[in-house]
């Protein structure tokens, strides 16, 4: 049986899982890089806040990414691209074993952010075209979870050696370079997506204030503690490796929680869900400095399955709450949006951290995610004194997405909620 890429379902099949193997070694090497670079910052004594720059680094080419590369896949297609950004996305990691300058580092954070940019978007368009309307939603959610998998598996492979050193960096660039393997070989073209109607960001912004201002917000945290985490860790005693776990607990939350929050956005409005995560995250950043005081290993890690939970499944919700209020046609337009004020909330969070935590000392961090979570809270009880509420029979199905992605994957995961293929336990076979 053929699907209508005139491919018979076993090619299809193995197709599928060499190009999620691939995805999931180029998140390994994300994860991977982001938790190194904070440690090695740390012990080489940057400041505080020029690890928050670096980091915030990522954000800036992760946004120029996503405008400039459509562009060159229009010029020279999309295995070219692929294989360029790869290159000198492995080149890139290596330098930064061999110059470790804090101004070399942030134009370096910066082109990994870029290259990673189209990485993404490259074989996201490929999985999207080797799948049809039955089988979307399943591999939708699998993608995303394979994305997540690998971030986390990034953070134990740091235990192989010491950030000091340059094995880490060589181990990362070889995990890259296995990853366009499979790209490469594969005999789809990825096809260019175009824009069914234009949707302006401030009309964006006006339909669904309290998504916009969600996703905003998830920006902002998210980036704070995926990557400064590792940082809070060392300079509150912890060892290298205690740091790494500790950002792996961040991201084994979201993992838990996605399907069970999703559930839960379901089945009631989905403002009550926000209302819940931003309490949830800002109690449990609250005491996080407080068990690091304490040295309380398997306390600190409970609090932060909770921080981590909370602030990686608000993207979902968030923009699960932007779909109730946006047309069909308008999807692949606001995923764009959705992207970019997610990217500008990423972009910010280190630079605002890191300066609580240059006040406040580590702990600062959390008590900058708590204090945003706060003000969440607040804003979403305003919003629900405003507007009236949107029934849960009205509200579209919830969505599998938890970290960042290319436009690309955001408009399938909202399109998929348009159409009423809810990205469920069931779902996913």
């Given at each position: 049986m053929k699907n209508p890429h005139g491919q018979t379902k076993r090619p299809q099949l193995l197709l599928v899982w060499s190009l999620l193997f691939g995805v999931a070694l180029i998140a390994v090497c994300s994860g991977m890089q982001g938790t190194l670079l904070g440690l090695r910052a740390s012990l080489e004594n940057f400041g505080v806040d020029t690890i928050g720059l670096i980091m915030s680094?990522?954000?800036?080419?992760?946004?120029?990414?996503?405008?400039?590369?459509?562009?060159?896949?229009?010029?020279?297609?999309?295995?070219?691209?692929?294989?360029?950004?790869?290159?000198?996305?492995?080149?890139?990691?290596?330098?930064?074993?061999?110059?470790?300058?804090?101004?070399?580092?942030?134009?370096?954070?910066?082109?990994?952010?870029?290259?990673?940019?189209?990485?993404?978007?490259?074989?996201?368009?490929w999985l999207n075209t080797i799948t049809d309307n039955d089988n979307r939603g399943r591999l939708l959610a699998a993608y995303m979870f394979t994305v997540t998998l690998g971030f986390i598996g990034g953070q134990f492979l740091l235990n192989l050696a010491s950030p000091m050193g340059f094995e880490l960096f060589i181990l990362a660039s070889v995990v890259l370079s296995f990853a366009i393997v499979p790209m490469l070989l594969s005999n789809i073209s990825a096809p260019a997506m175009a824009y069914a109607e234009h949707l302006q960001l401030y009309r964006l912004i006006r339909l669904s204030p309290l998504g916009a201002m969600g996703v905003f917000v998830q920006g902002l945290s998210f980036s704070s503690v995926m990557w400064?985490?590792?940082?809070?860790?060392?300079?509150?005693?912890?060892?290298?490796?205690?740091?790494?776990?500790?950002?792996?607990?961040?991201?084994?939350?979201?993992?838990?929680?996605?399907?069970?929050?999703?559930?839960?956005?379901?089945?009631?409005?989905?403002r009550h869900t926000l209302l819940l995560l931003s309490a949830m995250a800002a109690g449990a950043a609250l005491f996080v400095p407080l068990a690091a005081r304490l040295d309380s290993l398997w306390f600190l890690s409970c609090l932060l399955f909770l921080v981590g939970g909370a602030a990686m499944c608000f993207y979902s919700v968030s923009m699960s709450h932007i779909n109730d209020h946006v047309r069909g046609e308008q999807i692949l337009s606001a995923s764009g949006s959705i992207i970019f004020i997610n990217g500008i909330g990423g972009l910010s969070g280190p630079i605002l951290s890191t300066q609580v935590m240059k006040i406040l000392g580590p702990g600062g961090l959390y008590y900058f995610v708590a204090l945003v979570y706060l003000f969440m809270a607040v804003f979403t009880l305003y919003r629900m004194s405003v507007r009236a509420p949107i029934t849960a029979e009205e509200q579209s199905h919830g969505m599998a997405v938890m970290m960042q992605t290319s436009q690309v994957i955001v408009a399938e995961a909202m399109d998929e909620t348009d159409q009423g293929d809810p990205l469920a336990p069931e779902a996913m076979g």
């Open positions: 680094a990522y954000y800036a080419g992760f946004l120029l990414g996503a405008r400039i590369v459509p562009k060159w896949v229009g010029r020279v297609g999309h295995i070219r691209v692929f294989a360029a950004l790869a290159t000198i996305a492995s080149a890139v990691i290596l330098v930064h074993s061999t110059f470790v300058d804090p101004l070399i580092w942030f134009l370096l954070r910066a082109l990994t952010g870029f290259c990673l940019s189209g990485l993404f978007m490259v074989s996201e368009s400064l985490t590792a940082v809070f860790g060392a300079q509150s005693g912890f060892s290298d490796t205690e740091s790494a776990y500790l950002v792996g607990v961040l991201t084994f939350g979201g993992l838990v929680l996605l399907l069970p929050v999703g559930r839960l956005s379901d089945l009631q409005e989905r």
